[in-house]
């Protein structure tokens, strides 16, 4: 696969979304009427990483906080090593207790509040879709995306565990969504 390829992939998959939000009954833009698009970085294959999971021997269950004062339970299944500019960083990746076969990979940056939404980003990665035949996992941060509550504020999403804030800017995936979040009052 080419890099052209590649990324002319990445943005029909932003399309889609776009198209989702614009229109779809279930978006988080009631009514669709003040979406305003959304943003992104530029595709860059550079943040498109093929690695192991390393899995932890022992999977601690982890409770993360909501925010709406609420918490969801996850697994700490395993990590990702890798490195970001030079500077080697790490990713916990975690399932949900519930115990679905996919991997929420959520993380904070050094973009965060300045071009990308304050909170954090997520990655889901599922088998069929992001593990390759030898067993490696696709983590491509260009395909970073913010939590729903990013757009409307009635949304409950988890919070990012610190161990996966990076001292990196990670200048991939979505940036913040450039109007106002439905629900949000906006300051006089």
């Known amino acids: ?17 776009e198209t989702y939000f614009a229109e779809h009954p279930r978006s988080p833009f009631p009514g669709h009427a003040d979406f305003e698009g959304l943003d992104h970085y530029p ?4 943040y498109r990483y093929e690695l192991p999971l390393e899995e932890h021997d022992e999977k601690e269950s982890v409770t993360v906080e ?5 918490s969801q339970e996850y697994v700490r299944w395993g990590e990702f090593n890798f490195e970001i500019d030079g500077e080697s960083v790490t990713l916990q990746a975690y399932k949900p207790a519930s115990g679905e076969d996919r991997f929420w990979v959520p993380f904070r940056d050094e973009t965060n509040d300045e071009e ?6 997520y990655l889901d990665l599922e088998p069929d879709r992001h593990q390759t035949a030898d067993g490696t996992w696709i983590l491509d941060l260009n395909q970073a995306y913010n939590p729903t509550c990013a757009y409307n504020e009635a949304y409950e999403c988890p919070l990012i565990p610190m161990e996966n804030w990076l001292d990196v800017p990670v200048e991939a995936g979505e940036k913040a969504y450039p109007g106002e979040a439905v629900g949000h009052e906006p300051s006089h």
């Open 1 to 17: 696969m080419t890099d052209e390829n590649y990324a002319e992939r990445i943005r029909e998959q932003r399309a889609e979304k």
């Open 66 to 70: 909501t925010t709406a004062d609420g």
């Open 43 to 46: 595709v860059d294959p550079a």
């Open 116 to 121: 990308t939404y304050g909170a954090g980003r």
